[in-house]
């Protein structure tokens, strides 16, 4: 299997934020092909090491890091990636990376 994580930084305004992203964002990415569970969190965003500048994080499940690369290609990756610029104005980071059981 693989992940993409997408961390969202601390937007201005939590309550427009939350709701394009629960209204348009996420069904948005749940078009992408090969997409195997998506996930969100909710509430609070903390760190170890105390204060988090994350607001939100997404964990999308996929096949493999291929897989993942091809669906980001694909018309509803683009889409999706596009629709960033008109929520995430604070930022987001994104990684991916295959994963093992433990």
Request: cysteine-free.
């Amino acid at each position: 299997m693989a992940q993409l994580v997408s961390m969202y930084k601390y937007p201005s305004d939590t309550k427009v934020f939350d709701d394009y992203y629960a209204s348009t964002h996420a069904p948005l990415a749940k078009t992408m092909p090969s997409l195997r569970s998506y996930e969100y969190s909710t509430g609070q965003v903390v760190s170890a090491a105390g204060e988090s500048p994350y607001y939100l994080v997404a964990l999308l499940e996929f096949d493999s890091l291929e897989a993942i690369k091809t669906a980001l290609n694909s018309p509803e990756g683009q889409k999706t990636a596009g629709d960033l610029a008109n929520f995430a104005q604070a930022g987001v980071d994104l990684f991916m990376f295959d994963t093992k059981p433990a």
